[in-house]
């Protein structure tokens, strides 16, 4: 059978517009609170069983075209032997920060490490699942991020002062990040996964110079690293540099701050035969509107969308954590139902 979803990372216009959302695999889900009990996270996302039952579980309440693989952005880091942990109400924090050309050097000098456990997850989840499974991992700079900050971060300061202050250690660590995350990556296509995201959560804190300058060489890096599978780029708060997203990629993430049809018209410039697929982008805020309110939403979403050669409808971010899963199951029935498909 066609994937609607792997038809339109094609490029290519299926009968049904493919949906799935970020963050659909965790925890809004009660199911997914039921399995992992006490457990952490990271804990859970190195149960091969575990993972794959999680990442089951919304397509199977939902309906959705494709299966994010559950896991985190940190996985990779934790393989290489980095001591980081996801602390409830806070997210990740590592065991320090590393800032000093001598801490990066000694992280590293570290090999990706042994992902057998991740391999055999999406191997799990595939046997079971009828839908594509979608890898990923994070993007350079947000990984990069966090491990120069040591915590989350609403400005992201320390990374872009040790930008500008030291650069070849800034570079050190910006390819090593982009080297783990190929392996993260390629463990995760090695189980069957069919395609995959590349996540940049905290591009949209850097000028559309420093992005292109530091970052975006180690973007594209994984984007060119020969996978063999189709790819989605996605950063938050990256408006202003959709151009630069757009490099490499057979599909281009929105965010819910970026309006979908200029969106387009920006993809496509001064050549309005140039390919655009896109993917976006519902603001999650409206999941908890009046479904007639939520529903407008969605249907000016679909509307922008008829102007790229594809559309995968998704969040313009991810799934909020007290999200009712009803409205997620209804809407994407509404998505696949509506009449803006044809």
Known sequence: MTSNFLSALQGIRPTTTPVWFMRQAGRSLPEYRKVRGEMTVLESCLIPELAAEITAQPVRRHGVDAAVFFSDITVPMKLAGVDVEIQPGVGPVMDKAYRSASDIQELTARDPGEA????????????????????????????????????????????RTLMHSDPESWFTLADWCARISIEFIRAQIDGGAQAFQLFDSWAGSLSKRDYV?????????????????????FGLGTG?????????????????????????????????????VVQGNIDPAMLACPQDVLYRH??????????????????GHGVPKDTNPEVLTKLVQYIHESNANA
């Open 116 to 159: 057998t456990l991740i391999t055999e997850g999406v191997r799990i989840a595939k046997e079971e699942l009828d839908v594509p499974i979608l890898a990923f991992a994070g993007a350079p700079f947000t990984m990069a991020a966090y491990l120069v900050e040591g915590k989350p971060s609403r400005d992201h300061l320390a990374a």
């Open 240 to 276: 202003t540099m959709l151009e630069e997203f757009a490099v490499d990629t057979n599909c281009l993430g929105i965010d819910y701050r970026t309006d979908l049809s200029n969106a387009i018209k920006q993809l496509r410039g001064s050549d309005p035969a140039r390919a655009a």
């Open 298 to 315: 969605v249907d000016e979403i679909l509307d922008a969308g008829k102007q790229a050669d594809a559309h995968i409808v998704n969040l």
């Open 213 to 233: 300058t530091y970052c975006a060489p180690a973007s594209r890096s994984i984007l060119n690293a020969d996978l063999g599978v189709p790819t989605i780029h």
